[in-house]
Nanobody
Framework: QVQLVESGGGLVQAGGSLRLSCAASGLTFTTYNMGWFRQAPGKEREFVAVVRSGTRNSYYTDSVKGRFTISKDNAKNTVYLRMNRLEPEDTAVYYC?????????????????????WGQGTQVTVSA
């Protein structure tokens, strides 16, 4: 059974940090590009970051560049999202997602429709 399980969410003050984890099982992790998305109340799900399977290249949405870092540990079948200098606007449910599809442009991975596997999400709340 293919499964992604996120953890590490919580309540943090603005300016603080959190590290989200997403543990994968039932799939060949090394062949998957792993992404993080988020959905705030009343808003659509939006792309946050992706790390590619082969090149390990990462790509971020503009609002988190310089604050968030995505990384992939193939030995542990886990992808991480380190979030620093958190802002109230980062409050959302964070989801990890996996796709084996390969695209030339990193920006193509910002489309949630291109991911086949999703986790259940973890809540991140940033207080002002």
């Amino acid at each position: 059974q293919v499964q992604l399980v996120e953890s590490g969410g919580g309540l943090v003050q603005a300016g603080g940090s959190l590290r989200l984890s997403c543990a994968a099982s039932g799939l060949t992790f090394t062949t998957y590009n792993m992404g993080w998305f988020r959905q705030a109340p009343g808003k659509e799900r939006e792309f946050v970051a992706v790390v590619r399977s082969g090149t390990r290249n990462s790509y971020y949405t503009d609002s988190v560049k310089g604050r968030f870092t995505i990384s992939k540990d193939n030995a542990k079948n886990t992808v991480y999202l380190r979030m620093n200098r958190l802002e109230p606007e980062d409050t959302a449910v964070y989801y990890c997602a996996a796709t084996q599809r390969e695209y030339y442009f990193d920006s193509a991975y910002a489309d949630s429709n291109r991911y086949a596997v999703w986790g259940q999400g973890t809540q991140v709340t940033v207080s002002a």
